[in-house]
């Protein structure tokens, strides 16, 4: 092009545009579809000249307005090849919003079309034009000149290049199923097969309806307009220039499963595990299946973000474009993206027409014609989990609203809805019958499938195949069809410059997968750095406030140009409302804006590192629908930690042009905030995506602390995961040095998940539960199992795996000999495949639980393994119950330490048999070192299976163990009858000691459980033989008693016909106990063994509810018969029908049964009279010591005696020659009882009882218990006593008694001389106790805990003196007080019998009287807590004064002071004696010495001894009677020269007086003592007063002094008391010594006791 024809103006201008574009239709048809995604390409068009249909676009683009325009400018400049100058002047003429802004008005749109390819008129060359515009053109040109350098610079700012190829558009696959690409993407999809779409009858043509040819008319113009439109927008487009057709036709559709799990219509949540069906692929015309004809039709599509969502229901719309899906008449797509930019109620008339496509007419009718149609109407939502507007109330309603009354069938009844989502909480408004339908992405044989069609030339695809096929972590991002094509667009890049093996050493995470995508996208590999900042600057706006879709005011025209030319840029028509649509624009997937909003984050100066850190977080997987807005930062994160890797840092110093150390600075707080997360305890969904971002950091440190800190526990919980995740937690644990326990329960996993675990060595338990995996699941998992070394536990439950599936894992197993545990609950395996399983059992030297539970085994294959158990020396138990099936298992010792010893040799060299000859090399298993080709690629699993029999061959150990072993065989309820029971009794004698075996719950009926009686003592069963709940009659209840007769083993039989019981106990055969040493401390034990620890001699034959009457006992005894000499037994009848009848019949034939150890004849409906029978066999049946009678509740017990000491009671002991002899003896001594309660004993009865008592020999105790005894009952049962001489307690316990009742008990006292104590506790609680004939005579009896009171008790002590009693007699709590106390004081003068008495009216309530045989002249009399008040003192002295024999009385704490104990000691007066009293009170430990003996001195006797202790509160006196009058010694006693005198102390008047009354009292003082009293208190006048008083007292023997401040005490005293100072010739002895641990000291003076 000439310059200077550039120079003419903008028609020259407008001219050159029109034929530069000219020359690429097809590029301007797809700008046109990107800018005006609504366009209608009209083919009338094609008849046009090319720059006349060139000239239209252009005036259909002008017209959007500038920021369209200009963006479309900038598109010409950046992709198509310009001259510089022209480029220049299009940016800025038509690049501006200065310029070209009203060329294009009414003048152009007014010329017919011929004339406009010549070019539109600028309005300033319209006539009239000022010429001052005509000399401003040149300085234009020269203005326009000059800025080119600078458009230059800033073009290369922009990064664009001179000449740009076409864009590569991406595949549908990439456009997120939420993103915004929508309806005029330049998404390019192939032909999906059209058998996906037959099998519905239906046909595509209309029917006419009854409205008339007219309404037809317009539902089918309607209809086919639907069509044309669903064409136009998701049609396959011409590939563009330079572009292989190959290229655009990629697709291939993703795994589709459905899920069986039930919805929450309260909550919408998911109810249950989302089980995913393996190995039952859905096509798309199975998500419409018509089989349901009523009510909603719903199918939910569920996926992770890029599985393909919204590319499938593109896809839909394009196959009924074609029509291809022809159930359907009517299909309508809408985008909740979209519909949430809708405010408005509308109406369901409104959403299909006005928001998707209008009718040419007569709107109604065509609605009326698809409600009454709807069963051939589909409408699709795409992104529900994006649905954030609220439901509406009835009528017109938002979006939501619609939707859901659509699903329930309220709204165009019996229509189809499908709706996409992610996993996670659903909305409420969704049924609980809608089919769940899961997208597992891609599958190893459809990612290369997918590159294959990607891949036009053979080279490439053999190129792209060869690098997945030697990168597994790239294989594994393939997994996501989004990532798959991203991988493949970056190969396409990378191999025609890369050596084979390089191109992918550059896309190890999915971060730099997405960098290489923008470097692929970048024209000749130039990035614009400002232009990638800014789009990411929009793309983190977005993510921040939710929002994916953004309009030309959103986005600066340079940067919308940017991102259509890189197609990181999708747009799409946004329609409002009728009339109202716009362009809309989006990242093609929300993936990509969050990788662009990361660059911003990471390069850009505008973030500081605090923001960037903010953005650092671990999501959930479930999506909240609690959130006010969207969260689309789910691989933000991710893509922040992936670009935090230091191969990530010049690509982001580039970005921020040059400036590294920003960049280092926020790598390094990315990473550091990992740290923090890696450390705290996080769900399991966080766990994987913690993992996922330190995966993309490359950190080997921070993959450390991670690893390290992960639980040992890990579950994974109801929430999906995908190949990729488990490859990332892979590589994770690769890190860990401790093993890991995995539980997958409830996730959906895909079916080659397993491949990702190849080679982790770390994990020791590994579970799926619930997972309904298939036959592809189960093979892909045995590629694994072998890789892992630690493997420990394997469980694989609730799948649909076949036999084909459990081949592949039996063929693996013994390649994991380290397995302890292997669990396939609930697989629905068939009977060969559970016996091939069993197989493996030999293999497997560590095993110890295999768990089939739940796969219906057959009763011959159950034989089968119960054959495998008893010859497979590892195996312990069997346990089958139903579904349950369990293997238990116990490795030999010697095994296990083999199998450690060879983990510990060195790696060897192991050759294949095979003709290949592949050699590898063992490894260390127990570390988890094993490769993944750990046998060689070209073999299987099962070829090396038999080159491994010859390390586990049986070896010694084992056979010793197999010698030894004991089996445990549970076979309940597996419906085995008697000829079953004749084989597997066949089957046990060949085998080993069996600990137990439990056949309950089948079929064997009486014979069958004779058979097993009868072989009971050949099987060598040690503990349990339970054939409960097999049809056993009573008729063979005799047959099994008669089998186990001879069974010597046996120990307990419990037969309960009515609850289909039958157990066999045994114990431990005769010739395995120990020898005679051993028998006799075991002799020695059974003294000491409680009732139910029974002896190994004892067996208990328990016959319980079995209905047996008075005409069974006797066969019934015939056949216990051959057990009775087997040992002592134990009889139980408990339950049964016997009745008196039977009970007599039984007493008659116990004799012959031997001598029992028990008889339990409880429930058994028999009289009073005949439970008093029972009491004749203690006279006829020496073994019986104790009877148990409760009559109410029937429980009837004989017992022996207890101890077992009646062990040999048929003979003597061969250890014991005078066995019987000692025995005898015993048995003499031992009492026997009879226990009788909840019995009406009436007088006839306890007459009858009595009676029937009197032949038992004794001793016996008689314990009897009712509701009320009578008065009358009482005294018969009294007046019986005598005739019951071997009678030696009887107990009247829990029974009620009248008021009467303590006299009636009281007068046995006399009429029966052999009854010595009678303890009266309460009137429901009375015992006597008698003497036997050895014993001496003595009575007590015991009142207390009654009512008696005051007066009672006075009633009481006025009889004392005529009763006989020469023990005690207890009066406790009877509610007495004071008076009660006094009257017991004034009552002893006439109880001469009465040695000591005691009453304490406190807390304790005890009044007890001791008597002695003959009269005593000494009494005590103790009183505690009395609380006497000063008007008891003289009646208590009075009472002291009466009762010359009392000599000692204590009053503790009976709240008397010291004045009222001065009048006390005043008043007691007597003819002559001695007496004590003692007083505890808590003043005496405050009053001082001269006030204690000024109490002392007011007696009225004299006294002889005080004894004051302060620590113990306590004064004692000791009076004499009658009082000696003495004429005490003068106080002028005149001693040696320079002695000091006594008249020369000064006491005071008060003390004188004082020491003149001592002297008168205390004249027969023989000893004072002293304790913890302080003599120097009081300004020293005690210790004078004690110095005169020592010094006049001539008959004192003994004065004892202790204090532990005792320190001056011996320099004042010894001086004035010692020999040495005073020649007191009385005074024998001194000595002071401490006393105790405290600093005490002791003085003690002894007189000689003679007179001054």
Known sequence: MDPVDLQLGNKNLWSCLVRLLSKDPEWLNAKMKFFLPNTDLDSRNETLDPEQRVILQLNKLHVQGSATWQSFIHCVCMQLEVPLELEVLLLSTFGCDDGFTSQLGAEGKSLPESQLHQGLKRPHQSCGSSPRRKQCRKQQLVSRRKGLEVLHRQRRRLGWPRRVSPPIWLHGDFSREGSAEGAGSTIQVSALPSRLFQGHPMSSVLKETQGGDQFGELAKKYLQLLRTSAQQRYGSRIPGSG???????????????????????????????????????????????????????????????????????????????????????????????????????????????????????????????????????????DGLDEALQPMGPDGPGSVLTLFSRLCRGTLLPGCRVMATSRPGKLPACLPAEAAMVYMLGFDGPRVEEYVNHFFSAQPLQEGALAELQTNGRLRSLCAVPALCQVACLCLHHLLPDHAPGQSVALLPTMTQLYMQMVLALSPRGHLPTTSLLDLGEVALRGLETGKVIFYAKDIAPPLIAFGATHSLLTSFCVRTGPGHQQTGYAFTHVSLQEFLAALHLMASPKVDKDTLTQHVTLHSRWVQRTKARLDLSDHLPTFLAGLASCTCRPFLSHLAQGNEDCVGTKQAAVVQVLKKLATRKLTGPKVVELCHCVNETQEPELASLTAQSLPYQLPFHNFPLTCTDLATLTNIL????????????????????????????????????????????????????????????????????????????????????????????????????????????PHLPRLRKLDLSGNSVCVSTLLCLARVAVTCPTIRTLQARKADLIFLLSPPTETTAELQRKEKREPTAVTCPRPHGYTRQSQNLNKGSISPQTFCPSCSAESHLGHLAPDLQESDGQRKGAQSRSLTLRLQKCQLQ??????????????????????????????????????????????????????????????????????????????????????????????????PQERAAFLDSLMLQMPSELPLSSRRMRLTHCGLQAKHLEQLCKALGGSCHLGHLHLDFSGNALGDEGATRLAQLLPGLGALQSLNLSENSLSLDAVLGLARCFSTLQWLFHLDISFESQHILLRGDKTGRDIWTTGSSPDFPAGAE??????????????????????????????????????????????????????????????????????????????????LLANTLSLCPRVKKVDLRSLHHATLHFRSNEEQEGVCCGLSANLLGDSGLRCLLECLPQVPISGSLDLSHNSVSQESALYLVETLPSCPRVREASVNLGSEQSFRIHFSKEDQAGKTLRLSECSFRPEHVSRLATGLSQSLQLTELTLTQCCLDQEQLAILLSLVGRPAGLFSLRVQEPWADRAGILSLLEVCAQASGSVTEISISKTQQQLCVQLEFPRQEENPVALRWDPAPGTPRLAHCDLGTHHSLLVGQLMETCARLQQLSLSQVNLWEDNDDSSLLLQNLLLSLSQLKTFRYADKTFTQAPLQLCPALTPPVIPSPGLRGLSVSPCGQKPQVALEMIFRGTQL
Not at 246 to 273: C, K, N, W
Not at 360 to 367: G, R
Not at 821 to 830: G, K, T
Not at 1027 to 1056: F, K, M, P, Q, Y
Request: charged share 20%; hydrophobic share 40%.
């Open 243 to 381: 572009q292989s057709h190959a290229f655009h036709q990629v697709y291939v559709p993703p795994i589709l499963r459905r899920a069986t799990a039930s919805l929450d219509t309260q909550e919408g949540a998911i109810m249950g595990d989302l089980k995913v069906e393996d190995g039952t692929d859905v096509s798309i015309s199975d998500l419409f299946n018509t089989r349901v004809n009523k009510g909603p039709r719903v199918t939910v599509l569920l996926g992770k973000a890029g599985m393909g969502k919204t590319t499938l229901a593109h896809r839909l719309c394009q196959k009924w474009a074609e029509g291809h899906l022809d159930c359907f008449q009517a299909l309508f797509l809408f985008e909740f993206r979209q519909l949430n930019l809708i405010t408005r109620f509308l109406t369901l008339s409104q959403l299909l027409f006005d928001l998707y496509l209008s009718p040419e007419s007569d709107p109604d009718a065509v609605f009326q014609y698809l409600e009454k149609n709807a069963d051939q109407v589909l409408l699709i939502f």
């Open 734 to 841: 690769e890190h860990r040095e401790a093993p890991i326990h995995l539980d997958f329960d409830g996730c959906p996993l895909e079916p080659h998940c397993p491949e990702a675990l190849v080679g982790c060595g770390q994990i020791e338990n590994l579970s799926f539960k619930s997972r309904k995996c298939g036959d592809a699941f189960a093979e892909a998992l045995s590629r694994s199992l072998p890789t892992m070394g630690r493997l420990q536990m394997l469980g694989l439950a609730g799948s649909k795996i076949t036999a084909r599936g459990i081949s592949h894992l039996v063929k693996a197993l013994p390649l994991c000999p380290q397995l302890e545990e292997v669990s396939f609950r609930d697989n629905q395996l068939s009977d060969q495949v559970v016996l091939n399983i069993v197989e493996v059992l």
């Open 978 to 1075: 008697v000829h079953d029971a004749e084989t597997l009794i066949a089957l046990l004698q060949e085998g080993p000691h069996l600990e137990e075996v439990d056949l309950s719950g089948n079929q064997l009926e009486d014979e069958g459980c004779r058979l097993m009686a009868e072989a009971a003592s050949q099987l060598h069963i040690t503990r349990k033989l339970d054939l409960s709940d097999n049809g056993l009659s009573l008729a063979g209840v005799h047959c099994v008693l008669r089998a186990v007769s001879a069974c010597w083993t046996l120990a307990e039989l419990h037969i309960s016909l009515q609850h289909k019981t039958v157990v066999f106990m045994f114990a431990q055969e005769p010739e395995e106990q120990e020898g």
């Open 1222 to 1303: 000692f025995l005898g003896f015993r048995r003499r001594c031992i009492p026997r009882s009879l226990r009788l309660s909840e019995c009406p004993l009436e007088p006839p009865s306890l007459t009858h009882l009595c009676a029937t008592l009197k032949e038992c020999p004794g001793p016996l105790e008689l314990q009897l218990s009712c509701e009320f005894l009578s008065d009358q009952s009482l005294e018969t049962l009294l007046d019986c006593l005598p005739r019951l001489p071997q009678l030696s307690l009887l107990q009247l316990s829990q029974t009620g008694l009248s008021p009467k009742s303590p006299f």
